[in-house]
């Protein structure tokens, strides 16, 4: 892979003035997602380049989070950013019931990667109304009302995608009218089916969604949505043959199976999608993040001829302002053609293979509160525990405040240490850009181990 431009040797210039005057602005107008307000404390950003940003103080961090699991070639690419430049200076903006050149060009560069027939791709701001409109579809297509949705998954913000989600997020909003049903999807590790081995954690979790489609009644059921590595819930890499086996059951029962690819396509898993992994075909797929990096909001689902077909005559009642917005297009076509000339899909696989897996394997073993290292590409989660035995977890499910002080100051260290986590209740995922390279990775668990050593004085 060509390295790009990286800010690993650039000491940021302090300006603490300059960060104060954002930081109160910050705090005077922006109302942040998914935060109490007057208990938060936003970091504010100078810049960012590469695998690292940094603040006005000078302070440097190597990001593991790739932002919120977007920025999957990093972060200020300077192709992506010409080509975003270019066109705002083409044509910054059109209505989306026109055919556009880097419209027209994201959709077919997309097409020519998505599995199977998915060749048709209507485009949204984001993952949330990407899910919102692939249900729309399925329900539309099979004039069924239900979805089914596994516990340990997200799905977006939105009204229906949020009640689809399968954690705690959904609770403030989900009032039992949605239509969604939710079932245990398979996670050996903390099985609900008493398996010892993968082949029985995925026999069992395939009898068990069929028991869960057989008490529903198939014939209500419109859309079974799997999010096909779930990403915040903890990055659990489907057993061999599960996915085949759901897709086989919506066979069976005439459900639209839609796989949820906003945090785990374009190159995250080591693949251009993590369908790949497994040779599987949804009749919908959502995709968004890595699909330009995030460096313009867009969104989208990949949509199966069958489906399409239902369209064909019949208008499709939905439709957004900035559908296939050109920026955010032609933010898209560079990132995919960046991707594909500089390696960055075989770097996260190889890399993932070579070195996260082995690297995170040989922290495990030095550290107590490791209980699990799963992943793959450069898409990893260190599940911590206070003890390998029981594996009980660090913290309680949705830990908060005093609860969760174990993980709070094991991310803490980690920023210490130069290192900006991604931690998610008692996990934390290594999800660095699909661009990172050996060097850092190295440098990421050294600020990992040092981490870890906090969390170990809370185990048992």
């Not at 950003?45 to 590469?50: C, P, Q, Y």
């Not at 082949?199 to 979790?205: G, I, N, S, V, W």
Request: hydrophobic share 40%; with cysteine; aromatic share 10%.
């Amino acid at each position: 892979m060509t390295p790009q431009p990286s800010s690993a040797h650039r000491a940021p210039q302090p300006d603490p003035e300059a960060g104060a005057a954002v930081k109160a602005a910050d705090r005077a107008h922006v109302f942040h997602s998914w935060s109490a307000q007057d208990l938060i404390d936003p970091p504010a950003v100078a810049g960012a380049e590469g695998s690292y940003f940094w603040d006005y103080d000078g302070r440097r961090y190597l990001d593991f989070s790739s932002g919120l699991v977007f920025t999957n070639i990093g972060y200020q690419h300077p192709k992506v950013v010409a080509a975003i430049q270019e066109q705002a200076a083409t044509l910054a903006t059109f209505a989306p019931a026109f055919a556009v050149e880097a419209r027209s060009e994201a959709a077919r560069l997309i097409a020519e990667r998505t599995p199977g027939d998915l060749d048709k791709i209507f485009f949204t701001n984001g993952g949330a109304d990407a899910v919102e409109h692939a249900i729309r579809m399925a329900r539309l297509h099979t004039g069924r009302p239900k979805v089914l949705s596994a516990y340990r998954s997200y799905h977006g913000g939105t009204q229906q995608a949020v009640n689809i989600t399968g954690d705690p997020r959904r609770w403030a909003s989900d009032d039992g009218a949605a239509g969604v049903v939710h079932f245990w999807a398979p996670y050996l590790y903390r099985s609900r089916f008493y398996a010892q081995t993968e082949e029985e954690e995925c026999a069992r979790a395939l009898e068990h969604l069929e028991t869960t489609i057989a008490f529903e009644g198939p014939a209500t059921i419109a859309a079974l949505i799997l999010e096909t590595v779930p990403g915040t819930a903890g990055i659990m890499v489907p057993p061999p043959g599960y996915l085949a086996g759901v897709r086989e059951l919506c066979d069976k029962y005439g459900i639209v199976f839609v796989l949820d690819e906003v945090m785990a396509g374009f190159g995250r898993t080591g693949e251009w999608f993590a369908a790949d992994l497994s040779g599987v075909v949804p009749d919908l797929m959502t995709f968004a993040k890595g699909v330009n990096s995030g460096y313009v909001p867009l969104g989208g689902v990949a949509i199966s001829g069958e489906i399409a077909e239902t369209f064909g005559k019949r208008p499709y009642p939905g439709g957004l302002t900035y559908s296939g917005h050109p920026l955010a297009c032609a933010a898209a076509v560079a990132t995919i053609n960046v991707m594909a000339e500089e390696g960055v899909v075989e770097n996260a696989r190889r890399l993932g293979a070579e070195v996260v897996g082995p690297g995170l394997r040989e922290l495990a073993e030095r550290h107590p509160s490791v209980g699990e290292v799963r992943g793959t590409g450069m898409f990893w989660a260190l599940e911590l525990v206070k003890n390998r035995e029981t594996r009980e977890p660090l913290v309680p499910y949705n830990a908060a405040g005093a609860a969760n002080g174990p993980m709070a100051a094991f991310g803490a260290a980690a920023k210490a240490h130069g290192l900006w986590p991604f931690i998610n209740m008692n996990r934390t995922h290594v999800v660095p850009p699909c661009t990172v390279t050996e060097a850092e990775l190295k440098e990421g668990f050294a600020a990992l181990d040092a981490a870890l050593s906090v969390a170990d004085e809370h185990t048992e």
